[in-house]
């Protein structure tokens, strides 16, 4: 129980519920518009795995190598090949939210597969937007498929926003000291 953490017993909680929540809410409203991110694959030429702002990119064993490459000063994900299938696996440190992508190059058939269990068929280049599905929110992580290689299989992917879940217990615990700093130096009537 989240109030037993803050170690407040049940008057208290009855007589500051009320102000606990209230500073509950917007802490909820800024950690969660602090905790976007996106990831653009800096300047630097890499090779997987990678991490990048709490995303982790690894290559399936067995499949195409892929890189983080492209123009000095603006790095993408990009995998090509010819016979052999990608798969590569976005895995988030925290559970996430794929709020868009940029796919900036394209060539055969991609999918990209949430860890929930969708899929979605990459059929263009463009700017595509996830959050709205809720296969797409609160993932694990997803996988960037090209199965079975065609020739010439490429794709490149930019500017991977996502919004980490915010972690109740360590918001209530936030709250509570909040709260009870607060409360410590507010005068109580008699
Ligand atoms: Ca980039």
Redesign the pocket.
Known sequence: MPWEVACYNESMLREEFPFALALWIPLVIVHGTTCAETI???TENQTLPYSEDGLTFIDANGTSPVAVT?PPD???LIAGTNVTPIYVRVQGDLPFTLIALDIEGLFRAWELRSSKGDIYQVEEVGTFAFFLEPSWQEIDYFDIVHLPAQTNGTIHV??IRVQYVPEPSALWLICGAAAGGLFRRTPRRA
Do not use: E
Request: hydrophobic fraction near 20%; avoid cysteine; charge should be negative.
């Open positions: 653009d694959f800096g492209g603006d790095k993408a930019d500017n």
